[in-house]
């Protein structure tokens, strides 16, 4: 998979730090706790790509993941960028709007944005938070896929509930997927790839 080849490219703690848009690049976001860094860890099959909000560090800042060419690999295909999750509650009400205001730029303003994966808790659905952000990608038309993560808590028909329960609370943005997803289990790996792999390279 060519997600599995995905490799440390560069951190940045402001959007004017990254490097130009170029090749494509598909954003991980959602709540801090969501399962965000397991499941970008799991999607390329690697321990300790991304780092869990509970470990202090690289967690505040942006950081860029590139996958390589397979025909040229000095030259990246696509990128993964995984966002800083949200919502975390010992972050003060200033930062938290600061960070907003950078993820909203970034989904608004990004051009080589070319989708954007949406982790959310399966037993704890869609948030205030979230729902801002659905807000603001709506306008964009960029395709979104929810990752209901850590569905194996949940038994099958909740799992599939879930899904319809996300799909018509965030029914504003356009072309949204949603899919019941586990590292754990590794549920929906599949089907999260193949989303991911053709926005990168259709
Ligand atoms: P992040 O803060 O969004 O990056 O979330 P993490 O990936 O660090 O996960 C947060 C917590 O949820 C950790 O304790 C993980 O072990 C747990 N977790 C993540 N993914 C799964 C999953 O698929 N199933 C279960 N049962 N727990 C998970």
Redesign the pocket.
Known sequence: SLLHRASFFTSAARLDQLPEAGAPEVCFV?????????????LTNQKRL??????PGR?RLINMFSLPDPLEPEAALGFLVDLP?YGYAAVDKKAREEWAEVLGDYLRSRSSLAGVVL?IDIRRGVTDLDRRLAHWLAPTGRPVLALL?????LPYGQRIKAVFAVKKELAEIGALYAVP?????R?GLEEAALHIENWISP
């Open positions: 959602g709540r801090s706790n969501s399962g965000k860094s397991s499941a970008i860890n799991v991304a780092f869990s909000s509970k470990t967690t999750g982790m993560t850590k569905a194996d808590k997803f586990s590292a754990t289990h549920i």
